[in-house]
């Protein structure tokens, strides 16, 4: 008897066929690292990815009717971590001395140690926003989706955030 | 109108412009010295965020990984029919036994 059977069924995005361990290899760094612009604990992190991953495997089906993958799987993640920081009571954001930031195994360079430290200044969430938009290439509406905001909240804050951000760093870079 | 300039710009570094669009930034990236500040500004500040990337340790991926196998395993363990099984592991266990007697009286 095949106790493990479904795991290595395929999914479908568009014309790509896709196991859950090429999804788990795809999307673990990126689901890491934007759950990271809010919890500074590892193990709690390490606890959602798990728990995300979990959940993506037990709905492969699902996921075949999703036109995208990646706000999809975020959308689980950004979930699991609200019920953990409810659970929490209180959030939990990065630690300004915690240079490596959890179990990552690449160094990050100075120019953007310093962007990262500007960063931190901001909201959680204004963070998240914002990896969403420039690294991750999430629109408005996706990022709304995955974070349960309003699309004009999306906007205006992530315009807010953008500008403090540039005001900080040309203060920092003077 | 400031909006949907910073909306365009948005959009083009998440490659989401429709041809329209795509001739909209063209104009003002030729005649709005401005916009073309910005434009630079923000497609340097999206390279830089991402520099901020970090990869996930190979060991925690792999742990996380495991750990969900476990966790489908125990799942698919907790659907079988476990009475069916124990049964049947039973009756195997007495079975030579129950049937000796039956062999000797058919042998005789």
């Given at each position: 008897m095949n106790l493990f059977p479904s795991f290595y069924d395929y999914i479908v995005e568009g014309l790509i066929k896709m196991t859950f361990e090429e999804v788990y290899k795809d999307y673990i760094d990126i689901v890491y690292n934007y759950l990271r612009q809010r919890l500074r604990d590892s193990y709690l992190i390490e606890d959602i990815l798990q728990e995300t991953f979990y959940a993506v495997y037990r709905s492969l089906q699902d996921l075949k009717k999703k036109d995208s993958i990646k706000s999809w799987i975020l959308s689980i993640a950004h979930n699991k971590m609200v019920d953990k920081l409810r659970k929490e009571g209180k959030e939990t954001l990065p630690d300004l001395?915690?240079?490596?930031?959890?179990?990552?195994s690449n160094p990050m360079p100075e120019e953007a140690l310093f962007l990262e430290e500007m960063l931190q200044k901001l909201p959680g969430e204004d963070r998240q926003i914002l990896y969403g938009l420039?690294?991750?290439?999430?629109?408005y509406s996706e990022l709304a989706e995955i974070m349960q905001l309003p699309e004009g909240t999306i906007k205006s804050k992530a315009y807010y955030a953008r500008k403090q951000l540039r005001e900080w760093l040309k203060e920092g870079a003077g | 109108m400031k909006d949907d300039r910073e909306d365009l710009i948005i959009k083009y570094i998440q490659d989401d412009l429709t041809v329209e669009e795509k001739m909209d930034l063209f104009d003002l990236t030729l005649k709005d010295e401005g916009f073309r500040t910005r434009l630079k500004e923000e497609l340097e500040f999206a390279g830089k965020l991402k520099g901020t990337n970090l990869i996930l340790d190979q060991k925690v991926k792999d742990r996380i990984y495991q750990e969900i196998r476990i966790k489908v395993v125990k799942e698919n363990l907790a659907q079988v029919d476990i009475g069916n099984l124990v049964t049947e592991g039973i009756l195997s266990l007495f079975k030579p036994r129950l049937n000796l007697p039956l062999f000797k009286l058919l042998k005789k």
């Open positions: 001395t915690d240079k490596g930031i959890g179990p990552a420039y690294v991750l290439q999430l629109k | -």
